[in-house]
């Protein structure tokens, strides 16, 4: 835990305030309260750790793969003899139940490390024959790169950035959100004790808008994995290409889970509820469009919203809830910003719309009752944009055809998912809609190999498994006449 609630960078192998002695602070938002602070660093820390991980770059290169995994999956391993300690200050920084911290954020966190620690083992060149030549590819680090990673999976999507930059050999600037720093802090005290020499992986904490910014206009940096809004995405896409880096952006959503009227009905319910609220709604793949086939769109919004209206919402510490706290009083303000424009456009809340006021300790928490409307129309700005949070709209379609260009409709397209007993439909659907990933009777089933990220307005490039070593690395071909 930060000492004295006061969270450190780690540069160089050294847990280390920021250079200007700047912090800000930290809130838990079950309680709306600021429990520990976060370095405010700026270009002088940055420019220390990126010195520290060109020192340090030689060595974790020319590192054998082996040698690196079993650095990693040390890492691994301290985190998950401390799951509790790790999965409560998840829960307290982000407001998210703490049953999902232990159930998913923890345990996926430390899969990660563990998976890409053997994937870092796998990588392999090609090799071309033909008359006159032989020729063969090499795989090569960087050197630095950077990460940087939102709010919403704290752990989970720093790791998951964070594991293939390191398997493939390079030296990591790694930047949390300021909203959620705590589990990378405390991931950052254990690198010296995993064997991670000095340099190699450098956290260092602050505000987007300045060390985010400056990281991205770094010139020793060629290679930045960024996940977040759409609007960061495309800032430092532009800055990125501007100067010549290698980006992947995985950015926002506005998914479509689509219901057909032979769809097994309890599955598809839950499957949608689920894909709605957890989270609060906050991840990039949660289904917030609903698509129901109109046939069965009474049965489903009655039943649906039945079961939306009975989700516990209430302290994350506590097991039975089911929804926590919003991230922040400033996006709690966005969602119910949302929830009126919706009224404005003409939608029908049929549950929810409201903060909610939890009794005792999360008295001044920032809760928001899932929220369920229809009546609006598809190109309406709530049907558009990405809300974020616990907020979901149904809408009504005839056919096939109809689900497809709804599903279509939006500038994103992350993901989807289709539910339906007919196996030609479902591939049929699947092939025709815009997105990276579609899953079929089920959501946010995932196999750590498969490529994931967006197309359209959801990102640039694809993560997962070999895809992710490949964006860290540099293709070389080493060409010599034939024997
Ligand atoms: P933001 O884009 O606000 O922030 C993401 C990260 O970028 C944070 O670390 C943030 O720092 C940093 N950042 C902010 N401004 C800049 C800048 N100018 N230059 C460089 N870095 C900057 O996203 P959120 O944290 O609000 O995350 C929510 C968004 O992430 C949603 O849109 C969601 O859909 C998307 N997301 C996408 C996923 C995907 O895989 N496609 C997965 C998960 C989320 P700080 O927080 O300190 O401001």
Redesign the pocket.
């Known amino acids: 835990m930060a000492q004295g609630n006061k969270i450190l960078n780690l540069i160089g192998g050294e847990l280390a305030p920021p250079a200007s002695g700047d912090y800000f602070g930290n809130e838990d938002p079950a309680i709306g309260q600021i429990y520990s602070e976060v370095p405010d660093s700026d270009e002088k820390d940055l420019d220390a750790a990126v010195d520290a991980a060109e020192k340090a770059a030689p060595v974790w290169r020319n590192m054998p793969a082996e040698s690196r995994a079993q650095v990693m999956n040390n890492l691994a391993a301290l985190i998950e003899k401390r799951q509790e300690e790790f999965a409560r200050a998840e829960c307290v920084d982000n407001g998210k139940p703490l049953s999902l911290c232990r159930n998913i954020d923890i345990p996926r966190s430390i899969a990660n490390l563990r998976f890409f620690a053997e994937a870092g083992k796998e990588m392999e060149g090609e090799t071309f024959r033909a008359e006159k030549s032989f020729s063969y590819t090499l795989r090569q680090p960087f050197g630095v790169v950077a990460t ?6 704290p752990l989970l ?1 720093f790791t998951w950035k964070l594991a293939p930059a390191l398997a493939s050999g390079n030296c990591v600037i790694a ?7 705590m589990t990378a802090y405390m991931l950052s005290t254990l690198a010296e004790e995993a064997g991670f020499p000095k340099g190699v992986l450098n956290v260092v ?5 300045k ?3 400056a ?2 206009r770094h010139p020793k940096i060629p290679a930045i994995s ?8 495309k ?2 896409y532009g ?1 990125g290409s501007r100067l010549l880096k290698k980006v992947s ?5 506005k998914n479509p889970t689509i219901i057909f009227d032979d769809a097994k009905w309890d599955a598809a319910l839950k499957g949608a509820l689920a894909s709605a609220f957890t989270n609060q709604g ?4 949660c289904g917030s469009r609903i698509l129901v086939q109109q046939t069965v769109y009474e049965r489903f919004r009655e039943e649906f919203v039945e079961l939306a209206a009975a989700q516990k919402v209430g302290d994350p510490l506590e097991d039975a809830t089911a929804q926590g706290a919003v ?1 922040s009083r400033a ?1 709690m303000d966005k969602i119910l910003g949302y929830i009126n424009l919706a009224q404005e456009e003409g939608g029908d809340i049929l549950c929810g719309g409201r903060r909610l006021f939890v009794k005792g300790r999360c008295k001044q928490g920032y809760f928001i009752e899932p929220t369920v409307i229809d009546q609006l129309e598809a190109s309406c700005r709530t049907n558009q944009e ?1 809300i ?1 949070g616990p907020v979901v709209t149904l809408l009504p379609f005839a056919d096939e055809d109809e689900a497809v260009a709804l599903a279509n409709s939006t500038p994103y397209g ?1 993901a989807a998912s289709v539910w339906t007993e007919s196996k030609e439909r479902a591939r049929n659907v699947a092939a025709r809609i815009d997105s ?1 990933i579609v899953w079929v009777n089920c959501w946010n089933l995932r196999d750590l190999r498969t490529p ?3 197309m359209k307005n ?2 640039v490039g694809r ?1 997962g498994g070999l895809r992710a070593l490949e964006f860290f690395t540099e293709e070389k071909t080493v060409c010599q006449p034939a024997a």
């Open positions: 940087i990673s939102p709010w919403n999976l999507l930047k949390p959100s300021e909203i959620t720093p904490h602050g505000r987007g808008a060390i985010g910014a990281i991205t960024f996940t977040g809004g759409t609007v960061t995405g800032e430092i800055t952006l995985e950015l926002g959503g906050q991840i990039c793949l991230v996006h990405e974020f992350l990276g994931f990220g967006g959801s990102g993560e």
